[in-house]
């Protein structure tokens, strides 16, 4: 079974930056994605960002692009999300995903985000 603990949220004021740590119990070289989903209040959960195992590959939903940058670091099986010029509409729980097709999807236990003015 793999295990997922995201860490790094916290409150942060409009235009502030956060980065968020996804620590794997699995050699992330293993799992051929991993991602980062945000689900806010009222709101279903959303892809924010994906990394592929070569780390070539990322997906960033429209309303984080060129803001967010997602990367990795395999000797610490650690997946980071680097959150900048944070809005008020990106308060979310941010959760940690590792996809290995066809295995159901692992999920950390997701770290709050709160931004505010």
């Known amino acids: 079974q793999v295990q997922l603990v995201e860490s790094g949220g916290g409150l942060v004021q409009v235009g502030g930056s956060l980065r968020l740590s996804c620590a794997t119990s699995?050699?992330?070289?293993?799992?051929?994605?991993m991602g980062w989903y945000r689900q806010a209040p009222g709101k279903r959960r959303e892809a924010v960002a994906t990394?592929?195992?070569?780390?070539?590959?990322?997906y960033y939903v429209d309303s984080v692009k060129g803001r967010f940058i997602i990367s990795k670091d395999n000797a610490k099986n650690t997946v980071f999300l680097q959150l900048n010029s944070l809005k008020p509409e990106d308060t979310a729980v941010y959760y940690c995903?590792?996809?290995?097709?066809?295995?159901?999807?692992?999920w950390g236990q997701g770290t709050q985000v709160t931004v505010s003015s």
């Open positions: 995903a590792a996809t290995i097709p066809p295995m159901p999807t692992y």
């Open positions: 699995e050699n992330i070289s293993d799992i051929p994605v």
């Open positions: 990394i592929t195992r070569g780390g070539r590959i990322h």
